[in-house]
Nanobody, 125 residues
């Protein structure tokens, strides 16, 4: 199995930037896609950005032009660069890795898919 640990969250003022990192360990092979999801209080978890093993990226409309996702294969990490942050970006951000394409379809099966514990991002003046 593999494990995911997020880091980089914190408190930032509107218009500021943060870089989130997801470190993977364990049996990492066979990952088809990785992504960042977020969940705000009282809201459902939502997709922020994903990247497939082939390098294809997708972004939620509300972060296009502000966020970027990238992999560092040698370091077994995935980063989310977040710019022009706004209060509505406040949420717990979760890293996800899936050996299938299930997560983007709402299915994360233990042993095949894994979530990190999350890192808090708070955007406030």
């Amino acid at each position: 199995q593999f494990q995911l640990v997020e880091s980089g969250g914190g408190l930032v003022q509107p218009g500021g930037s943060l870089r989130l990192s997801c470190a993977a360990s364990g049996t990492i092979s066979g990952i088809a896609a990785m992504g960042w999801y977020r969940q705000a209080p009282g809201r459902q978890r939502e997709l922020v950005a994903t990247i497939t093993s082939g390098g294809t990226t997708e972004y939620a409309h509300f972060v296009k032009g502000r966020f970027s996702i990238a992999n560092n294969i040698k370091e077994n990490t995935m980063d989310l660069q977040m710019n022009k942050l706004q209060p509505e970006d406040t949420a717990v951000y979760y890293c996800n890795a899936d050996r299938t394409m299930g997560t983007v379809r709402g299915v994360c099966i233990p042993g095949i898919c894994s979530w990190g514990q999350g890192t808090q991002v708070t955007v406030s003046s």
